[in-house]
């Protein structure tokens, strides 16, 4: 089956820059559709970034111009380049999967990872 494994969290200041890795295991990450949602306390799930199987990508508007979602550079891994960091993006980053080109309004994506902890301050 599909895991997904999540990395690269970590604290850092406003304005700084964070990289967040997903590894996936169980298929290809090019050939299936990928994405980024983040939650904060108390807040909803909310999707932060998404790249099809494609290629095409899409953003939430809060993250536009600031964070780039891409395959990564070793096989079955979706990189999320955070920059110009601020305290509002402070959440547990997910990534998530899902055979269908869902969107990312939709939080219904098959499969899920665990999560990485992203503090801005």
């Known amino acids: 089956d599909v895991q997904l494994v999540e990395s690269g969290g970590g604290s850092v200041e406003a304005g700084g820059s964070l990289r967040l890795s997903c590894s996936a295991t169980?298929?290809?990450?090019?050939?299936?559709?990928m994405a980024w949602f983040r939650q904060a306390p108390g807040k909803e799930r909310e999707g932060v970034a998404t790249?099809?199987?494609?290629?095409?990508?899409d953003y939430a508007e809060s993250v536009k111009g600031r964070f780039t979602i891409s395959l990564g550079t070793t096989a079955n891994t979706v990189a999320l380049q955070m920059n110009m960091l601020k305290p509002e993006d402070t959440a547990m980053y997910f990534c998530a999967a899902d055979r269908l080109p869902l969107r990312l309004h939709q939080t219904t994506w098959d499969y899920w990872g665990s999560g990485t902890q992203v503090t801005v301050s």
């Open positions: 790249i099809w199987d494609s290629g095409r990508t």
């Open positions: 169980g298929y290809t990450a090019s050939s299936i559709n």
